[in-house]
């Protein structure tokens, strides 16, 4: 998992691309399982799962090992969304994911599947997730295992994704300037954007690194970290800790260190929060709203991945192997959100 932006150019066993078979499979499956009614009763998926073709598992099963233990993302190519039916896809998509992994809550609205399109959101309130604007995101982790996206609708311009792997920023970090480095193991507050679970915070502090066996974790979003200090009662970093995170933002911006890729209509792509980071870069929409950027999104947390400290429950809820992660607020109730009904 230790890779720069060369080593994936030279070595593209991270692109992988369904069969007919498959993709006859993935359909005929998906097709038996109503949309409206999944959208209806999230429970649906978990039953729709123990009927899955045995083509499909094994692909999964790939991905998933792809996710812990190679370089932590792979790209999934082929699904054609504009021939196939937009909910159909949606199905075919989240019920795949569903095989991956068990589906986690996005947010305090409950979302089981999310929308990546920009609806207009305020950059500047402090309770906007940045996926709901045109803006550049800046390397994050999300709150849970692997993240999947697939791409309905590309931008005018711009909207590339963008990974890095934490292993390899640390270690140049630990390079370049030890002192620093060493400060990202220590906790530091960051904001829940409004989704507070019961009886916490209105931020969390886990460390932007931890150790896990001989692993290095990561969980980061630098804007979220900044944003606590609305809270007067937030602890605040000290100047070297914020020559740290500055330092780490450096590191990952280096082109030589991330790698970039487009993706194209019908890309599923899935990446493993605790390895990697990613980003998207700012982009320009076209103006009929048919075609503007659209992907697709789930959040999974995966059986048989690494285990995690404790202070993770804090923003995971649970740190139980296959079942942690997520957003859960009083009220958060499971939903799926069809493409046809936003």
């Known amino acids: 998992m230790s890779w720069t932006a060369a080593d994936l150019r030279a070595d593209r066993g991270w692109e992988l691309l369904w069969t007919a078979s498959e993709l006859g499979d993935l359909q005929q499956w998906a097709t038996a399982v109503d949309p409206v009614a999944l959208a209806a009763t999230p429970t649906a998926i978990a039953a729709a799962v123990d009927d899955a073709p045995a083509t499909l598992v094994a692909r999964a099963e790939q991905v998933r090992t792809e996710l812990i233990a190679g370089r932590g993302f792979a790209l999934l190519s082929g699904l054609d969304v504009q021939s196939t039916p937009t909910n159909t896809a949606a199905a075919m998509f989240t019920l795949f994911a569903a095989l991956i992994g068990s589906l986690r809550s996005q947010n305090a609205a409950g979302h089981l599947l999310g929308h990546v399109t920009d609806v207009g959101a305020d950059v500047n309130d402090p309770t906007t997730r940045i996926y709901q604007t045109n803006q550049r995101?800046?390397?994050?982790?999300?709150?849970?295992?692997?993240?999947?996206?697939?791409?309905?609708?590309?931008?005018?311009?711009?909207?590339?994704?963008?990974?890095?792997?934490?292993?390899?920023?640390?270690?140049?970090?630990?390079?370049?300037?030890?002192?620093?480095?060493?400060?990202?193991?220590?906790?530091?507050?960051?904001?829940?954007?409004?989704?507070?679970?019961?009886?916490?915070?209105?931020?969390?502090?886990?460390?932007?690194?931890?150790?896990?066996?001989?692993?290095?974790?990561?969980?980061?979003?630098?804007?979220?970290?900044?944003?606590?200090?609305?809270?007067?009662?937030?602890?605040?970093?000290?100047?070297?800790?914020?020559?740290?995170?500055?330092?780490?933002?450096?590191?990952?911006?280096?082109?030589?260190?991330?790698?970039?890729?487009?993706?194209?209509?019908?890309?599923?792509?899935?990446?493993?929060?605790?390895?990697?980071?990613?980003?998207?870069?700012?982009?320009?929409d076209h103006e009929d709203p048919a075609k503007r950027r659209h992907l697709l999104r789930v959040w999974m947390s995966l059986p048989g991945d690494r285990e995690l400290p404790a202070v993770f429950a804090q923003r995971y809820g649970s740190t139980v192997v296959g079942d942690r992660g997520g957003i859960t607020v009083p009220g958060t109730t499971p939903t799926f959100e069809l493409p046809s009904s936003i």
């Open 137 to 284: 995101q800046t390397f994050h982790t999300d709150s849970t295992d692997a993240v999947g996206l697939l791409c309905l609708r590309t931008a005018k311009s711009g909207g590339a994704s963008m990974i890095v792997s934490v292993d390899t920023a640390y270690r140049r970090m630990a390079e370049q300037a030890p002192e620093l480095a060493v400060r990202l193991f220590e906790p530091v507050a960051t904001d829940r954007r409004g989704e507070e679970p019961e009886g916490e915070l209105p931020w969390f502090e886990i460390p932007v690194l931890s150790r896990c066996g001989d692993r290095v974790t990561g969980i980061y979003q630098r804007q979220y970290i900044n944003s606590a200090q609305r809270f007067a009662d937030a602890p605040k970093p000290d100047d070297q800790f914020v020559q740290a995170l500055d330092l780490f933002d450096e590191i990952m911006n280096d082109p030589a260190v991330h790698f970039q890729m487009d993706f194209a209509p019908g890309d599923m792509q899935f990446v493993h929060n605790h390895s990697l980071l990613h980003d998207r870069t700012g982009f320009v």
